[in-house]
């Protein structure tokens, strides 16, 4: 029973516009969440982190909207570019168990130029 | 710089053998982690460490093992190799405060 969700495995933008990532969980002990960044033949890097206390959180191009009534997160690109086309994973970290972190299937994200 | 490498980036072995993927960081970082990735799963944890001669079982532990012996290094061993482990693995590693991890590049097994 997948604890986080992404349910959408790809997603095709236009550069320049908003890209718009989402992930649902039903953990309700889960705390702290993450979106990591991949490239083909690489691994994930880490991109932004929300802590539960907050419903937002921003870096440049990259925000992260919490809404943990509804148990789900959104990352947003805007505006897109073509080196944002990777695979998307959300990551959620639970409080009561150890910092270790669950996460999503993935999403494919396309920026078209 | 400080980094967390993989070896070897490919391998393919054939069902039954003894497979050990290897895990070496320069961070000096307590914890270390095994993920595979599969098609519409993401990332899965095999087995974790918290330090020097812990390992402790993830998701999907069954048919791999695991030892640490130093801090740089986390060995994942595919004791009977099978198809069901044909797989992408990441090996990651981060402080013991963090929650964010480094991953490795991968290494791609294909089990035959």
């Known amino acids: 029973d997948q604890q986080v969700k992404q349910n959408s495995p790809s997603l095709s933008v236009q550069e320049g516009r908003i890209s718009i990532l989402n992930c649902d969980y039903t953990?309700?002990?889960?705390?702290?969440f993450l979106w990591y960044k991949k490239y083909p033949a690489e691994g994930p890097t880490f991109l932004i982190s929300?802590?539960?206390?907050?419903d937002k959180n921003e870096d440049g191009r990259f925000t992260v909207f919490l809404n943990k009534s509804a148990k789900h997160l959104s990352l947003h690109i805007v505006p897109s570019q073509p080196g944002d086309s990777a695979v998307y994973f959300c990551?959620?970290?639970?409080?009561?168990?150890?910092?270790?972190?669950?996460f999503g299937g993935g999403t494919r994200l396309m920026v078209k130029p | 710089d400080a980094e967390i490498t993989q070896s070897p980036r490919h391998k393919i072995t054939e069902t039954g053998r003894q497979v050990t993927l290897a895990c070496h960081q320069t961070w000096n970082h307590n914890n270390m982690f095994w993920y595979r990735q599969d098609l519409g799963h993401g990332l899965r944890l095999i087995h974790y460490s918290y330090g020097v001669q812990d390992t402790n079982k993830g998701e999907v532990s069954d048919g791999y093992s695991v030892s640490r012996s130093n801090t740089e290094d986390l060995p994942l061993t595919l004791e009977s190799a099978a198809s069901s482990q044909t797989s992408v693995y990441f090996c990651?590693?981060?402080?013991?405060?963090?929650?964010?991890?480094?991953f490795g590049q991968g290494t791609r097994l294909t089990v035959v």
């Open positions: 929300i802590s539960s206390i907050k």
């Open positions: 990651a590693s981060r402080t013991a405060k963090n929650t964010e991890a480094f």
């Open positions: 953990n309700s002990m889960f705390d702290y």
């Open positions: 990551a959620a970290r639970a409080n009561n168990a150890g910092n270790m972190l669950t």
